[in-house]
């Protein structure tokens, strides 16, 4: 497609389920990033991959939040044992890389936990 | 203190009016710039990037970066009732590749015919 995109585009499960969000990048973009969105604390950067690696992982909240990606193209990020402060948009952006090149967005998941 | 300040607003203008939105930040290894439009339920949409202090203009939008004050700005001519959104400031450092954004908590806002 011609840009990120994102499923499902909402999900709204129980506490403590464990929930998967994907995101397929623009085709050819082999950097990928998670963010989050919360209405107390704005867009916040989550985990980063360069290919199918993760060298920076410094915005996951804790050990219930993982992600991978595969194939160079499509991520998915899990989170386990939900918490209702888990509640947010689940934004993903990817860019090419080579030169400064802006991150383009999808449209999230919005997740909400009862 | 946050790395990146931005007036939550709301901001309200008549339709035509000059908008200025502007973000101040706190960590010089920032050299990469943006803003970012936001319609409701819906993912950031990118407006401009610069990487170099001065201004860059791209039809109504003309952003500014004013890297010895750590301030950059977006100034929205004619403004119309489609501009109403959100807008959020965005930057990065050039650290080993990850260029992670950092944003301001972003500005709504609202163009009245």
């Known amino acids: 497609g011609a840009g990120v995109s994102q499923s499902p585009s909402n999900k709204v499960t129980e506490k403590g389920k464990d929930v998967e969000l994907r995101c397929d990048p623009i085709?050819?973009?082999?950097?990928l990033y998670w963010y989050r969105q919360s209405l107390g604390q704005g867009l916040e950067f989550l985990i980063y991959?360069?290919?199918?690696?993760?060298?920076?992982k410094s915005g996951l909240p804790s050990d219930r939040f993982s992600a991978e990606r595969t194939g160079g193209s499509v991520s998915t990020l899990t989170i386990q044992r939900t918490q209702q402060e888990d509640s947010a948009v689940y934004l993903c952006?990817?860019?090419?890389?080579?030169?400064?090149?802006?991150?383009?967005f999808g449209d999230g998941t919005r997740l909400s936990i009862l | 203190q946050k790395e990146v300040e931005q007036d939550p607003g709301p901001l309200s203008v008549p339709e035509g009016a000059i908008v200025s939105l502007n973000c101040t930040y706190s960590?010089?290894?920032?050299?990469?710039f943006m803003w970012y439009r936001q319609y409701s339920r819906k993912g950031p949409e990118l407006l401009m990037y610069?990487?170099?202090?001065g201004n860059k203009e791209d039809g109504r939008f003309t952003a500014q970066v004013d890297k010895s004050s750590k301030y950059i700005s977006l100034f929205i001519r004619d403004s119309q009732p489609s501009d109403s959104a959100t807008y959020l400031c965005?930057?990065?450092?050039?650290?080993?590749?990850?260029?992670?954004?950092?944003f301001g908590k972003g500005t709504k806002l609202t163009v009245n015919p």
């Open positions: 960590n010089s290894a920032f050299q990469y």
């Open positions: 952006a990817s860019r090419q890389t080579g030169g400064s090149q802006p991150q383009h």
């Open positions: 085709s050819g973009h082999t950097a």
């Open positions: 991959f360069q290919g199918n690696s993760a060298p920076d």
């Open positions: 610069t990487y170099s202090s």
């Open positions: 965005a930057m990065s450092a050039p650290q080993g590749g990850s260029e992670k954004l950092v």
